[in-house]
Nanobody, 126 residues
Framework: QVQLVESGGGFVQAGGSLRLSCAAS????????MGWFRQAAGNEREFVAAISRSGYSTYYADFVKGRFTISRDNAKNTVYLQLNSLKLQDTAVYYC???????????????????WGQGTQVTVSS
């Protein structure tokens, strides 16, 4: 079992930045990969970024490359998502999740993840 709590969301103007955090508890943090997803109103949940257990490898959705950065601190049991150059279309609830055991390659579908946080709202205004 893993419990996840996201924080750091809020209101920001277009072009601004936010840093999301996801604190984990339960299973040893360094034993599982992590990912961030987002879900805008009326849309399906979509993959944003993923990071390996060690944090040395990362993978991003095409639409965020160069703007968002995923990182983790295994000593603090926390994964981060730095959001820069935010656009109106980045408005969504952002979720962190734990990669399912046995997954191979980069997990980019929601069904490849076992545990989810409650989400944190990011709202970008013009």
């Amino acid at each position: 079992q893993v419990q996840l709590v996201e924080s750091g969301g809020g209101f920001v103007q277009a072009g601004g930045s936010l840093r999301l955090s996801c604190a984990a508890s339960g299973r040893t943090f360094s034993t599982y990969g992590m990912g961030w997803f987002r879900q805008a109103a009326g849309n399906e949940r979509e993959f944003v970024a993923a990071i390996s257990r060690s944090g040395y490898s990362t993978y991003y959705a095409d639409f965020v490359k160069g703007r968002f950065t995923i990182s983790r601190d295994n000593a603090k049991n926390t994964v981060y998502l730095q959001l820069n150059s935010l656009k109106l279309q980045d408005t969504a609830v952002y979720y962190c999740a734990v990669v399912r055991r046995g997954s191979t390659g980069w997990a980019t579908r929601p069904d490849e993840y076992d545990y989810w946080g409650q989400g944190t709202q990011v709202t970008v205004s013009s």
